[in-house]
T-cell receptor, first 115, second 121 residues
Framework: AQKVTQAQTEISVVEKEDVTLDCVYE???????LFWYKQPPSGELVFLIR??????QNEISGRYSWNFQKSTSSFNFTITASQVVDSAVYFC????????????FGKGTTLSVSS | GAVVSQHPSRVICKSGTSVKIECRSL??????MFWYRQFPKQSLMLMAT?????????EQGVEKDKFLINHASLTLSTLTVTSAHPEDSSFYIC?????????????????FGEGSRLTVL
């Protein structure tokens, strides 16, 4: 079965704190894709990152960083020095390696950053 | 990059009426599109997979006669909520898969529309 678990339902931090959003996935595929999306109150999904299962290198993009560990089936997302504008719902998703297959989303983590 | 556009972004309708939501791929041809539904404070749940020129594949529990999907061209899929009721009020999001790299290898790239918020009174 394919599954994405985001155990943290809600996280509240104060501006400038670092915060890590956890994502654990399950799949039997050897090739797959992992994604993170941000959903602000407006509703549209903002693409943050896509990671191929063969690429375990961690990635940093500005204040964002991602830690992909196949050994623990985790793809965690860290925001450094959080800002109020980071407040949103963040979804982790699993993309099977089949062209006609949709993404499987976790339940999302609501991040609230206060000033 | 590839763009997927949804219309309308918001719609309010009376109970019993039908509402059509359009999903267009603006700069690529999409043989497959996906329709998701998101209730408040919940995740995106796949409703159906829309394939150009053939019938949509619905997920378990989704009424195909209530949620009509038509994928008549490579750039347009429509979702019609028939005889809408207040419990159908939700955020509907479509997505489309862009073509793979030259040679047909699958990249996994998936683009989402802006979403359509349906409110049924």
């Amino acid at each position: 079965a394919q599954k994405v678990t985001q155990a943290q339902t809600e996280i509240s931090v104060v501006e400038k704190e670092d915060v890590t959003l956890d994502c654990v996935y399950e799949t039997r595929d050897t090739t797959y894709y992992l994604f993170w999306y941000k959903q602000p109150p407006s509703g549209e999904l903002v693409f943050l990152i896509r990671r191929n299962s063969f690429d375990e290198q961690n990635e940093i993009s500005g204040r964002y960083s991602w830690n992909f560990q196949k050994s623990t089936s985790s793809f965690n997302f860290t925001i450094t020095a959080s800002q109020v504008v980071d407040s949103a719902v963040y979804f982790c998703a699993l993309g099977p390696n089949q062209a006609g297959t949709a993404l499987i989303f976790g339940k999302g983590t609501t991040l609230s950053v206060s000033s | 990059g590839a763009v997927v556009s949804q219309h309308p972004s918001r719609v309010i309708c009376k109970s019993g009426t039908s509402v059509k939501i359009e999903c267009r791929s603006l700069d690529f041809q999409a043989t497959t599109m996906f329709w998701y539904r998101q209730f408040p404070k919940q995740s995106l749940m796949l409703m159906a997979t829309s394939n150009e020129g053939s019938k949509a594949t619905y997920e378990q529990g989704v009424e195909k006669d209530k949620f009509l999907i038509n994928h008549a061209s490579l750039t347009l899929s429509t979702l019609t909520v028939t005889s809408a009721h207040p419990e159908d009020s939700s955020f509907y999001i479509c997505s489309a898969r862009a073509p793979g790299l030259a040679g047909g290898s699958y990249t996994g790239e998936l683009f989402f529309g802006e979403g359509s918020r349906l409110t049924v009174l």
